[in-house]
């Protein structure tokens, strides 16, 4: 059966520091992968997408960006936090592109 | 742009005593509508997609309906385990597909 990890769940961060998240998906081939952002209030919010290894949309201009370095792994990364960049992050998979899986998100605070 | 709106933002219930939860929504061409229910602190969890008007689908007390306009998730007889924020969400049937989500509705039922 197909799986996803994400990590680490939770993480406090200093104004200016690096970030780095990882998601895994087990269990499926060639999947779409996903990062949304979670704030209070605002509902779900795309972040970026992969259809393939090295391809990577971005939907929202931000502090952050991803890579997909492998088939089954994705990457969020900042080089600088920000404020702003707190929230509840998720990665997400999809085959075919019908319906997302989540992961189980990571809580993201910067200080 | 497509669009999904979610109301009551919030619903509070004695344990027993049913509800709807709406979502409205705006696409330009539907592939699907997503119910998905999230407990705090977790990523959201798959309950139903509906594809075409007039379908309905059903799991233990909850059933979701689907127009032309919006959708319905009719919680009858709701447990305490069943509080949650309920997320509903669209893809589109051109263009990248991508899910939009609303802003939930937070559901509480009191025992």
């Known amino acids: 059966s197909q799986t996803i990890h994400q990590w680490p769940a939770t993480l406090v961060q200093p104004v200016g520091s690096p970030l780095s998240l990882e998601c895994t998906v087990e269990?499926?081939?060639?999947?779409?992968l996903y990062w949304y952002r979670q704030a209070a209030g605002r509902g779900l919010q795309l972040l970026f997408y992969?259809?393939?290894?090295?391809?990577i949309s971005s939907e929202v201009p931000q502090n952050l960006s991803a890579s997909r370095p492998q088939d089954r792994q994705f990457i969020l990364s900042s080089k600088k936090l920000l404020l702003s960049d707190s929230g509840f992050y998720l990665c997400a998979w999809s085959v075919s592109g019908l319906g997302y899986t989540f992961g189980s998100g990571t809580r993201l605070t910067v200080v | 742009e497509d669009q999904v709106t979610q109301s009551p933002e919030a619903l509070r219930l004695q344990e027993g005593e049913s509800s709807s939860l709406n979502c409205s929504y705006t696409v330009s061409g539907l592939r699907g509508l997503f119910w998905y229910r999230q407990d705090p602190g977790k990523g959201p969890e798959f309950l139903f997609t509906?594809?075409?008007a007039g379908e309905e689908k059903e799991k233990e007390r909850l059933k979701a309906t689907l127009t032309k306009k919006e959708s319905f998730l009719h919680i009858t007889a709701p447990k305490p385990e069943d509080s949650a924020t309920y997320l509903c969400a669209v893809q589109a049937n051109t263009g990248f597909q991508k899910l939009v989500f609303g802003t939930g509705t937070r559901l509480l039922v009191s025992p």
């Open positions: 269990g499926t081939s060639n999947p779409n």
């Open positions: 992969s259809v393939g290894i090295g391809q």
């Open positions: 509906l594809y075409s």
